[in-house]
């Protein structure tokens, strides 16, 4: 018997074609009940992280934020925000997603898990193409360069998504607990944005208030990224290695609680 025949591996692929057909049933529903079918429809998934990107960066420039540094100003802003809102918006809009979503939970087939997944995709995917396409107007129209090295951007964006959704994962499954989690969340999603390092640069700060800001995570993402944007033009503080293994706990956390969450569905 052929290994790709082998009852284990049938089942598999089996249940990987219902977990796939589920995905996609689920962001087709969120899709349209978040958008609907008129005038842009799915594009505000791209278009609501652009306004809100590039109303920070005429904001900053209006202002002249660039705190006496050589970096433009706009693609400070781009690079800053746009990693905001590819963590903030994964964890906001998985906030009482269950409760959002309870009618669902009574298929066999929809899990928890795959609410959490559904919405942390559509985040990330909205929060990537709204970076791609602001970075590549604004290198076209010469108000940005290109990236100096496009793995370490990546890398940081990567590190910042799966941030975004071991987070999602964390906040989610707790609003499913307790709406304190929920109350406490968008507070705490404020104050983080001051301290996420997208409106400076570690080392602006001073010493004792590095090592404090370096404590989260999701400062050496942005601090990646824009090492590898803006290249030796700028002195970046950052551990690839801390942040993943954050990132790592966090996952492991909040994929204890959302089993735990659908066990109380279940019980229900």
């Not at 995905?23 to 969120?30: S, T, W, Y």
């Not at 087939?109 to 795959?114: P, R």
């Not at 964390?170 to 001051?194: C, D, M, N, Q, R």
């Not at 002195?235 to 990132?247: I, N, P, S, V």
């Amino acid at each position: 018997m052929s290994l790709l025949r082998s009852p284990e591996i049938v089942a598999f692929r089996r249940s990987l074609a219902v977990q796939r057909r589920v995905i996609g049933a689920l962001l087709m529903r969120e899709v349209i009940t978040r958008f609907g079918r008129d005038n842009f429809g799915a594009m505000w998934l791209v278009f609501e992280p652009m306004l809100f990107t590039l109303g920070v960066a005429a904001l900053w420039t209006a202002a002249a934020m660039n705190h006496g540094s050589s970096i433009p100003i706009v693609a400070f802003a781009v690079t800053g925000y746009s990693s905001v809102l590819l963590w903030r918006n994964c964890a906001s809009r998985c906030s009482m997603a269950i409760e959002a979503n309870l009618s669902l939970m009574y298929h066999r087939n929809v899990q928890a898990i795959d609410v959490f997944f559904t919405r942390i995709l559509l985040e990330i995917a909205g929060a990537t193409a709204s970076f791609i396409i602001l970075s590549v107007i604004f290198i076209v129209i010469d108000w940005m360069t290109f990236p100096v090295d496009l793995g370490k951007v990546l890398g940081g964006w990567l590190l910042l998504a799966w941030f975004g959704a071991s987070l999602a994962l964390l906040i989610g499954a707790g609003t499913a607990y307790s709406h304190v989690v929920e109350k406490l969340w968008h507070p705490a999603a404020y104050l983080l944005f001051p301290m996420s390092g997208a409106a400076f640069m570690v080392d602006w700060l001073p010493d004792t208030l590095q090592q404090v800001v370096l404590l989260l995570p999701m400062v050496h993402g942005v601090e990646l990224l824009r090492e590898g944007w803006f290249g030796n033009t700028v002195r970046t503080h950052y551990d690839a290695g801390y942040m993943a293994t954050c990132c790592l706990i966090l996952t492991w956390l909040g994929m204890h609680y959302v089993r735990e969450a659908g066990r109380k569905l279940e019980s229900r």
